[in-house]
């Protein structure tokens, strides 16, 4: 990979930071994820979620 | 997308994202969030802001840190990071007021022609996902990586 190629907005530097493990396993935004499972099981998903792009 | 981005910490499984957004209101704590729904491969996308007295996030505060485009580029930048390593993930996103909603909407639309290089994007409108179009206005989106090995700026 070259140096370009690195901490792009495609390719981000991302450091690991232990003290987010206290998220893990954990949902944070409990409503819009209802919402979301709400959204998705009533209206379903794009045809082409069925078949890989 | 070209616009500054701030840095990002994520925990080990790329799940759960957070940076400090800097500004006139000084540094505010930002969390971003995915989510696996009820549907397996398709993950909801959270993000808001950290209160520091209380450590409760909030998706619906106006932060008014002069920084928007800076942290859509943040949270942009996170999207490709999380399907870099989940390739076959869809993601859901939708604002937590319909204003949040609709800047989404402007921040894609400013971006279409370097987002669609790497992502199917579909707008929900009428009650039904429609491939996105600039100046449409949608309730929520879904987006799903193409390919991951097309990722040259």
């Not at chain 2, 925990?11 to 540094?27: H, I, V, W």
């Not at chain 2, 209380?54 to 999380?82: E, R």
């Not at chain 2, 989940?86 to 800047?103: C, E, F, V």
């Amino acid at each position: 990979m070259n140096k370009k190629d690195i901490n792009t907005i495609k390719n981000p530097v991302v450091h690991i930071d232990k003290s987010l493990t206290k998220y893990k396993g954990k949902v944070i935004f409990k409503e819009k994820l209802e919402k979301a499972n709400k959204m998705l099981k009533t209206y379903g998903v794009p045809k082409s979620a069925q078949k890989p792009s | 997308m070209r616009y500054e981005r701030y840095e990002l910490n994520a925990e080990a499984d790329l799940m759960f994202y957070e940076f400090k957004s800097d500004g006139p209101k000084g540094e505010v704590t930002k969390l971003i969030e995915y989510t696996e729904t009820e549907l397996k491969g398709f993950y909801n996308l959270g993000f808001g802001d950290k209160d520091p007295c209380t450590g409760k996030i909030n998706d619906a505060v106006i932060t008014n840190n002069g920084d928007s485009k800076k942290v859509l580029s943040t949270v942009a930048s996170s999207v490709y990071k999380f399907t870099n390593n989940y390739p076959n993930a869809w993601i859901y996103a939708i604002g937590g007021t319909k204003a949040r909603t609709r800047l989404y909407r402007i921040g894609i639309a400013n971006n279409l022609k370097e987002i669609i290089q790497d992502f199917d994007i579909y707008g929900f409108k009428n009650g039904e996902w429609r491939e996105f179009e600039k100046n449409v206005d949608y309730g929520a989106f879904l987006v799903r990586r193409k390919s991951v090995n097309s990722y040259h700026e």
